[in-house]
């Protein structure tokens, strides 16, 4: 059986270590398709790095039985990027 609330502190922070490494997913994505000419591949590779990180880290979640959230960055703050401003 699989839950959506973490059970103890671990799994509360593994999901927010999910959510950061899911809002530098997004964000990497996001530089990716507006800067594709000028940078080439360079961030696509940077994008699926981060994200076999992010499978790791959903792979412990969903051996505890436990939902990855998945919960989408909100908006960066001015001057910064989504990454930085996830919250968890």
């Given at each position: ?42 961030l696509r590779g ?31 703050p001015s001057g ?9």
């Open positions: 059986m699989t839950r959506h609330d973490p059970a103890d502190d671990l799994e509360r922070r593994l999901l927010v270590l999910s959510d950061r490494w899911y809002a530098l997913i997004v964000a990497t994505v996001e530089a990716w398709c507006a800067f594709e000419q000028e940078l080439g591949g360079i940077r994008a699926m790095s981060a994200m076999d990180g992010l499978n790791e880290i959903n792979g412990l979640l969903v051996a505890r039985g436990l939902l990855p959230a998945f919960t989408r960055p909100g908006p960066a910064g990027s989504a990454a930085a401003g996830a919250t968890g």
